[in-house]
């Protein structure tokens, strides 16, 4: 067993293999092909032929029927492990034969476990599978890997919340591993050097000749509803994209401003993403779902996103100057026309505010403030944006709650806040009462 093991014998020589593989090849009647057999134990053995295998039954990870077993995917595989077969005083890759005598001799690979980062992930990313291509320099091929499970690694590069890095392992020696900005150097690396990734699909009629299956309509060409289709065809579906603005991206598009994401990066995505499979519909607002069924559609999926929010339940909030960050980023992403005036308060103290507050200087804001209800420390907001804020002279006032939006005539005055003391800051004593006044923003 232990030469087994080993995989060979002292003489240098395969040890055991003939019986061995027997034994593995019968226990391998009847099962999955995509399972990697393993032989755990061996029972019995008197007489010769009562033996029992204990066998490991594991997810290979690789089509059995597609591998050869050549080893050209093992001398690509950047990732190395410790050698199992060789009692972890070896090193080998995680693409690997199991064993030399393996049978059958496909390869597998090793996975231990779930990564902290993917399962933080909502696209459920292997952020360690691109940067370790990275490591090697293989960007292509880490734009690649990206893709296959985010259609948006120059969006997701820059704007993504990041969650990954939050639960990133490597923060606990010293800071998480940079994964959102390695997604951006991949992605800028293969659109400066203009490398097509588009890879068209076939359909399921040109796969199969089986004609009548019908085609999917998909309502929204946000980052869900582009998703969907990408999957969609893949799967070898035909897929119509409805669109009522007149281009696609939806909250990618209108609700992050293009200091952070400029269109021709997001359109080079949507590039990607759009194959024969798919046909995109923009200007097109969908009034019935039924009709498209009678149009021949065999599914629906409403992918409108959320671009509608609710204003602040207090007074003066329907005042027309008070308006909601996510549609003032809309407005001028439209080019519609919109007065900010020259003093603009933010409420709020998240990446939108961020975003909403270096807007409004880009635009024609003289003086921008944000107030928020958490402490300076505490923000929700990704603290590059807050000091890239603050460069940029965007007064914070912390730890605030808002209580009426003030107006006189229909001139709006400002915003009746109140301090917010920590626990602390009240046990200690530092501050004792909570003072109400008018934040004059305006
Ligand atoms: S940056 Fe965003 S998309 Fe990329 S791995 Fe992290 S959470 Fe996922
Ligand atoms: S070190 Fe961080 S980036 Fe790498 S696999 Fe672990 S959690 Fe993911």
Same mark, same amino acid.
């Given at each position: 067993?232990?030469?087994?093991?080993? +995989?060979?014998?002292?003489?240098?020589?395969? %040890?055991?293999?003939?019986?061995?593989?027997?034994?593995?090849?019968?226990?391998?009647?009847?099962?999955? &092909?995509?399972?990697?057999?393993?032989?755990?134990?061996?029972? @019995?053995?008197?007489?010769?032929? &009562?033996?029992?295998?204990?066998?490991?039954?594991?997810?290979?990870?690789?089509?059995?029927?597609?591998?050869?077993?050549? +080893?050209? %995917?093992?001398?690509?595989?950047?990732?190395?492990?410790?050698?199992?077969?060789?009692?972890?005083?070896?090193?080998?890759?995680?693409? !690997?034969?199991?064993?030399?005598?393996?049978?059958?001799?496909?390869?597998?690979?090793?996975?231990?476990?779930?990564?902290?980062?993917?399962?933080?992930?909502?696209?459920?990313?292997?952020?360690?599978?691109?940067?370790?291509?990275?490591? $090697?320099?293989?960007?292509?091929?880490?734009?690649? /890997?990206?893709?296959?499970?985010?259609?948006?690694?120059?969006?997701? +590069?820059?704007? %993504?919340?990041?969650?990954?890095?939050?639960?990133?392992?490597?923060?606990?020696?010293?800071?998480?591993?940079?994964?959102?900005?390695?997604?951006?150097?991949?992605?800028?690396?293969?659109?400066?050097?203009?490398?097509?990734?588009?890879?068209?699909?076939?359909?399921? $009629?040109? #796969?199969?000749?089986?004609? @009548?299956?019908?085609?999917?309509?998909?309502?929204?060409?946000?980052?869900?509803?582009?998703?969907?289709?990408?999957?969609?065809?893949?799967?070898?579906?035909?897929?119509?994209?409805?669109?009522?603005?007149?281009?696609? +991206?939806?909250?990618?598009?209108?609700?992050?401003?293009?200091?952070?994401?400029?269109?021709?990066?997001?359109?080079? &995505?949507?590039?990607?993403?759009?194959?024969?499979?798919?046909?995109?519909?923009?200007?097109?607002?969908?009034?019935?779902?039924?009709?498209?069924? #009678?149009?021949?559609?065999?599914?629906?999926?409403?992918?409108?996103?959320?671009?509608?929010?609710?204003?602040?339940?207090?007074? @003066? !909030?329907?005042?027309?100057?008070?308006?909601?960050? /996510?549609?003032?980023?809309?407005?001028?992403?439209?080019?519609?026309?919109?007065?900010?005036?020259?003093?603009?308060?933010?409420?709020?103290?998240?990446?939108?505010?961020?975003?909403?507050?270096?807007?409004?200087?880009?635009?024609?804001? $003289?003086?921008?403030?944000?107030?928020?209800?958490?402490?300076?420390?505490?923000?929700?907001?990704?603290?590059?944006?807050?000091?890239?804020?603050?460069?940029?002279?965007?007064?914070?006032?912390?730890?605030?709650?808002?209580? $009426?939006?003030?107006?006189?005539?229909?001139?709006?005055?400002?915003?009746?806040?109140?301090?917010?003391?920590?626990?602390?800051?009240?046990?200690?004593?530092?501050?004792? !009462?909570?003072? !109400?006044?008018?934040?004059?923003?305006?």
């Amino acid at each position: 067993m232990k030469a087994e093991k080993m +995989g060979f014998n002292k003489m240098n020589v395969p %040890c055991a293999a003939c019986f061995f593989r027997m034994k593995t090849a019968l226990a391998r009647i009847n099962t999955d &092909d995509e399972i990697a057999e393993e032989v755990y134990r061996i029972i @019995g053995g008197k007489p010769v032929d &009562d033996i029992h295998v204990v066998h490991e039954r594991k997810a290979r990870y690789v089509d059995e029927k597609k591998c050869t077993g050549c +080893g050209e %995917c093992a001398e690509k595989c950047p990732v190395l492990v410790s050698s199992e077969y060789n009692t972890g005083l070896a090193e080998e890759k995680a693409i !690997s034969r199991r064993y030399l005598q393996a049978v059958p001799s496909a390869f597998a690979i090793r996975k231990d476990g779930r990564s902290p980062c993917r399962a933080a992930c909502p696209a459920e990313q292997r952020a360690q599978g691109y940067i370790a291509v990275i490591s $090697e320099k293989r960007f292509e091929d880490a734009y690649r /890997t990206i893709v296959r499970e985010n259609p948006f690694p120059s969006v997701c +590069g820059r704007v %993504c919340k990041h969650y990954c890095e939050e639960e990133c392992t490597r923060g606990r020696v010293d800071e998480p591993v940079s994964i959102m900005k390695l997604k951006q150097f991949v992605s800028d690396w293969v659109y400066a050097n203009n490398v097509t990734i588009t890879e068209k699909n076939i359909t399921f $009629e040109e #796969e199969t000749g089986v004609k @009548g299956i019908k085609p999917v309509a998909i309502i929204g060409s946000g980052p869900a509803g582009l998703a969907a289709a990408r999957d969609l065809a893949q799967m070898g579906h035909r897929v119509t994209v409805f669109e009522s603005l007149p281009f696609a +991206g939806g909250m990618m598009r209108v609700g992050v401003p293009l200091f952070r994401l400029p269109w021709k990066r997001l359109d080079w &995505d949507i590039e990607n993403i759009l194959d024969g499979n798919i046909e995109l519909k923009t200007n097109t607002r969908i009034e019935s779902i039924h009709k498209l069924f #009678e149009e021949g559609f065999g599914a629906v999926f409403i992918a409108t996103g959320a671009h509608k929010r609710k204003k602040l339940p207090i007074p @003066g !909030s329907d005042l027309p100057q008070v308006l909601i960050g /996510t549609e003032m980023l809309r407005s001028i992403a439209l080019s519609k026309e919109i007065s900010l005036g020259k003093n603009v308060l933010v409420l709020g103290g998240g990446n939108v505010a961020m975003d909403v507050a270096r807007t409004a200087l880009r635009e024609d804001a $003289e003086s921008v403030k944000i107030a928020c209800l958490e402490s300076r420390e505490k923000l929700p907001a990704d603290p590059w944006k807050v000091s890239s804020g603050e460069k940029e002279d965007i007064t914070i006032l912390p730890s605030k709650s808002f209580l $009426e939006i003030v107006s006189t005539e229909g001139r709006l005055e400002g915003v009746r806040c109140i301090d917010i003391f920590s626990k602390d800051s009240m046990r200690t004593g530092a501050r004792k !009462s909570r003072k !109400s006044k008018v934040q004059n923003a305006y």
